[in-house]
C-alpha cells in the first residue's frame, strides 16, 4: 500500500500561481501511475490531471489545459502541479491519487486510482 500525502495549496488571487506538491510512501513510486483529482464544495470529484509512471505521457481536462502542468521526478518521489492563471473557478480540494500501472500509460476515471491522499484546499480570491 501506498500512503500520499499533498502540500502547496493555499490562497492566491486570481492570475496567479500555485505548486502542489505530493509525497508518496510505503512503495516505489516509480511503479504508480498518477493523477491530480479536484472536488468543490457540493460537487463531484473530477479529473484533473495524470502522468503515466516514467513522466512521458499527460493528460489534462479541458478546463486546465494550458495552464496547469503535472509532473513528477521519481529520484526525490515527488508529483507536482504547477498551476497558472488561476481562475475563480479553480477552488477546490485538490487531491492525488495513485494506482500500479504499466508504461505509457494514464488514467482519467478516478474510481481506477485505489490510493488517496488527504487533500489540499486551493483558494482562489477575485
Known amino acids: 500500500q501506498v500512503q500520499l500525502v499533498e502540500s502547496g495549496g493555499g490562497l492566491v488571487q486570481a492570475g496567479g500561481s500555485l505548486r502542489l506538491s505530493c509525497l508518496p510512501s510505503g512503495r516505489t513510486f516509480s511503479n504508480y501511475g498518477m493523477g491530480w483529482f479536484r472536488q468543490a464544495p457540493g460537487k463531484e470529484r473530477k479529473f484533473v490531471a495524470a502522468?503515466?509512471?516514467?513522466?512521458?505521457?499527460?493528460d489534462y481536462a479541458d478546463s486546465v489545459k494550458g495552464r496547469f502542468t503535472i509532473s513528477r521526478d521519481n529520484a526525490k518521489n515527488t508529483l507536482y502541479l504547477q498551476m497558472n492563471s488561476l481562475k475563480p473557478e479553480d477552488p477546490a480540494v485538490y487531491y492525488c491519487?495513485?494506482?500500479?500501472?504499466?508504461?505509457?500509460?494514464?488514467?482519467?476515471?478516478?474510481?481506477?486510482?485505489?490510493?488517496w491522499g488527504q487533500g489540499t484546499q486551493v483558494t482562489v480570491s477575485a
Open positions: 502522468i503515466s509512471r516514467g513522466g512521458t505521457i499527460t
Open positions: 491519487a495513485a494506482r500500479t500501472s504499466v508504461f505509457y500509460r494514464v488514467e482519467t476515471t478516478g474510481e481506477l486510482y485505489p490510493y
